[in-house]
């Protein structure tokens, strides 16, 4: 009888300080020393903040929710069982709260984009505008995340909050849809109305109208 | 396979996620190359995709960060108060519970039988080993002495403790042991209760004249 030979295939995972690091608070957290839970979210505080006012488009309501959010991850953290990333688990109750924040307070009464186009159908870019680069200090400066915020201050929420869980949050598919409560399907339909009604409302900005305006810049000096 | 523009547009942000499948990733590079409209839509997503995912897009409002630490740690202090409260309130209940039960295991002196006398007034702190007497067909017991015992002139009181007489039904003397009965019977001729020293020192006197203990 021939003997099989068996390979062992050892994988050597990188193990990520970082993790380790939240694994190790996550742990005392979860064991009581719940004075630790900021140095736990503090990478994530930025990742909360923004999800929460992508929801709910005002500053004030946005770091009420997002620290509401916060402390409810506390308060239940001992449910956390890792089946998820801990980021994740944090994004998804923020988004809970600001979407249960903005039924209760009905806050949204016209929504300006996005319902004109019935979600089966296809939708057609409005603009074709060049928009090949972007300068990598674009976001360094204030009025161009202004004008990012306001585009997407625009879409209607059900496509903003898709586009926040999946182009902000890095959210996958599944995550998405489970965080919602919505089908794959339509997360996929809903990104891309998304991220092209963002495109529409970007390029022409993006292509030359914000920039070419712009004093000191090659071309446009005034000596 | 061809594919057209709408079809490109359709599948454009699966494209970028790398969401296709071989034969309609290559069939819409193909398209890419000889189409300038659809090469501006798919660097323009790229972009919305680029831009938004960039961690500098939204600033945190100034102060968020301490706000939030101090909601954390009032939060964790106020929950480790909780967890101690609870504590100490689970103690406290146990021990209640058991001195409670202590208690009631040790009043079975106090526990009312039936009272002889439907009138009378149950018994309230009495010295449980106080010597009392009793008659025949009293329904009360007396300070051995009493001189409001009825008792026929040939009969000899019955000594007993107090204890002993609450079992068996008997109700203090509303005279003589008056400051043990559970509520006070006011009696226009009678005196104010005297004090306990005064109890005794008259106690001390009526056993001179009573023949039982003589």
Redesign the interface.
Known sequence: MGTLARKTDIRVEAVDPAQLREQELLRRVQGGEKQLFYELVKPYERRVYSAAFAILRNEADAEDAAQEAILKALTHIGQFRGDARFSTWLTQITVNEALMRRRRDHSEVMEPIGDRQEEDGSYTPRDFADWREIPSEALERKEIRQKLAAAMAMLTHKYREVFVLRDIQHLSIEETAKALGISRASVKTRLLRARLMLRDLLAPGFGGAWFARLPFEKGSKPW | MVVSC?HV??E???Y?DG?VDTALRAAMEEHFKGC??CT??L???R???????????????AG??Q???R???Q???W??FRSARSLWMLAVAATALIAGGLALGNSALFRQPDLRSALAKPPHGVPASLMVAVCGDGKVFHVPGCKYMHKHDDENPRMMTAAEAVREGYAPCVRCLRQYLSARIECPRSSPPPPLVAVQLSVRNATSNFKGLN
């Open positions: 709408e547009w359709d454009i942000s699966n970028v969401e300038k409209h501006a839509v660097d323009g997503t972009n919305v995709v680029q831009l938004y995912g960039d961690d500098r897009l939204f600033e945190l409002p968020f960060s706000r939030l630490r909601r954390i740690v939060e964790a202090s929950s480790g």
